[in-house]
């Protein structure tokens, strides 16, 4: 069974700048396109970022040129790294392999306040 562990989260102020973390175990990364999706409270879980197994990458709009995805396929690791993040970034971050998912792990919380 896969379990997906996320990491990185906090308390940031506009403007500011995170790294998330998701690490995969029991299953092989390398062989599937994952995504780091986000859940704002009182809305449905969306897709912010997408890589491929061969490493292509796609964002959502709202996300462009402010997140970067990538992987490190010999840690069993996806990054999501945030800068000039706003106030509505603020959600539960979470990520997966391409449907049909694993089981969703905890996600974390990232907050962008002043």
């Known amino acids: 069974q896969v379990q997906l562990v996320e990491s990185g989260g906090g308390l940031v102020q506009p403007g500011g700048s995170l790294r998330l973390s998701c690490v995969a175990s029991g299953s092989i990364l390398r062989i599937y396109g994952m995504g780091w999706y986000r859940q704002a409270p009182g809305k449905q879980r969306e897709l912010v970022a997408h890589?491929?197994?061969?490493?292509?990458?796609n964002y959502r709009d709202s996300v462009k040129g402010r997140f970067t995805i990538s992987r490190d396929n010999a840690k069993n690791t996806v990054y999501l790294q945030m800068n000039s993040l706003k106030s509505e970034d603020t959600a539960v971050y979470y990520c997966?392999?391409?449907?049909?998912?694993?089981?969703w792990g905890q996600g974390t919380l990232v907050t962008v306040s002043s």
């Open positions: 997966n392999r391409d449907a049909p998912f694993w089981s």
């Open positions: 890589i491929t197994s061969g490493a292509t990458t």
